[in-house]
Each structure stands twice: as structure tokens, then as C-alpha cells.
């Protein structure tokens, strides 16, 4: 992520001085240093503000930049048509002399790290990726692939995001389709259906496996 983060940057740095120099001359140009760009950019990645009230605008706002981020938090700058102006609403009463803080959104270690250079310890939105796939020698292999397609999914190398605290529904139904005991082909659609029915689970060895059990 990092340096594909720095292969746009460079793309961008330098588009800019192309299209600097092509409208005002090699001379201007000369100012626009990649290091010059590439520090405005990191200043853009670090403190803008994405303002929700005005359709997602963002923006550079003075002294907002020096909240820090709290993962736990459910407070937001924003524009507020009355004032007009960026206001901070707190989801929650502080006392005198506490830090406030801002959320800087649901976002995982990594991409704090990447964007902002620190990483939170009581993070719940770190995450990690699963790779899960059906078995090639699955006598099944086929039709169970079709079953996946239908709902947007793939047999051979599907990524579920999973986090601290939460998973998807998905990622269990697509295990318990990958687990299941078929006698015969027409049975598969049933089968499917069950895995992807949330808290429910498929036939294996005559019983069923509800979520928790395979939690």
C-alpha cells in the first residue's frame, strides 16, 4: 500500500508540472519540485477534512488538524449551515482538561499508519484479509461454484475482510457451502440456500451447524 501510495503521488507530481509548464513556461515550472509536490500532498493526505453536509467536500481547516483521532469516538467536524461555519460536536460530555477527540473515521492500523504516521492500540476496525476457497477435488466443485457466482462470489480465491471485533455473513456461509455433505447434484441449491440463510447451517454428517459453531 505504502508504495503504491508513493507510485500516485510521483504520477501526480509529475502531471502537475507537466500541465504547469505546458500553461506557464519552464520557469514556473522550476518551482514545482517533486519534493515541493510531494510534501503537498502528504499535508493533503494527513490534515483534509472531508465535509459531509457540504456533499463530501473537502477542505484544509486552521487548528482542526491538532484533534487527535480516538477509534472509540463518534464526534466529526462538519459544516454547519446555521453558523457557517466547521463546528465540532462531542458524542459525549468531557470534562475540564480532558483531550478531545475527533474521529478521523473507521479506518484500520495500517491505513492510519499510511495516512496519518501513528497507529491506536484499542483499534476495532483493524482488520485482516481470509482467502477462502473450495477444494479442487470437491465431486461437487462445479456446482457449487455456480451457486457462489449467482450471489457475486468466487470459488477460487475469495477475500473476506475480518476484524477484531466482527466478520462477515458471508464468510461462514461461504464455509459451510465449502463443508458440506451433498448426496446428489439437485440437492446443492437447497444446500446453498441454508448455508446463506444467516444463523442457520448445512447438513453435515445429519446434523446442523448454526453460526456459533463454526465461530
Do not use: C
Amino acid at each position: 500500500a505504502a508504495m503504491q501510495r508513493r507510485k500516485e503521488v510521483k504520477e501526480a507530481a509529475a502531471a502537475i508540472k507537466s500541465a504547469i509548464e505546458e500553461k506557464y513556461g519552464d520557469e514556473a515550472a522550476s518551482h514545482f519540485t517533486e519534493q515541493a509536490l510531494t510534501w503537498a500532498f502528504s499535508i493533503l493526505f494527513s490534515r483534509l477534512i472531508r465535509l459531509t453536509d457540504l456533499g463530501d467536500q473537502i477542505a484544509l481547516v486552521p487548528w482542526a488538524d491538532m484533534l487527535n483521532h480516538g477509534p472509540q469516538v463518534n464526534t466529526f467536524l462538519d459544516f454547519d449551515e446555521e453558523s457557517r461555519a466547521v463546528v465540532l460536536k462531542t458524542d459525549r460530555s468531557y470534562a475540564a482538561g480532558e483531550q478531545v477527540k475527533v474521529s478521523y473515521g473507521q479506518r484500520n492500523g495500517g491505513d492510519l499508519l499510511l495516512s496519518y504516521g501513528f497507529v491506536p492500540t484499542d483499534n476495532p476496525y483493524d482488520s485482516t484479509e481470509v482467502v477462502l476457497t473450495l477444494r479442487e477435488d470437491d465431486e461437487w466443485l462445479s456446482e457449487k461454484m455456480d451457486e457462489l457466482r449467482s450471489r457475486n462470489l468466487v470459488g477460487d480465491g475469495q477475500v473476506f475482510p475480518v476484524r477484531i471485533n466482527a466478520f462477515a455473513n458471508e464468510m461462514l456461509a461461504y464455509a459451510r457451502l465449502t463443508v458440506a455433505d451433498v448426496d446428489k447434484a439437485s440437492d446443492i441449491p437447497r444446500i446453498a440456500e441454508l448455508a446463506f440463510q444467516e444463523d442457520t447451517g448445512v447438513r453435515i454428517d445429519g446434523s446442523y451447524l448454526s453460526t456459533r459453531d463454526l465461530v
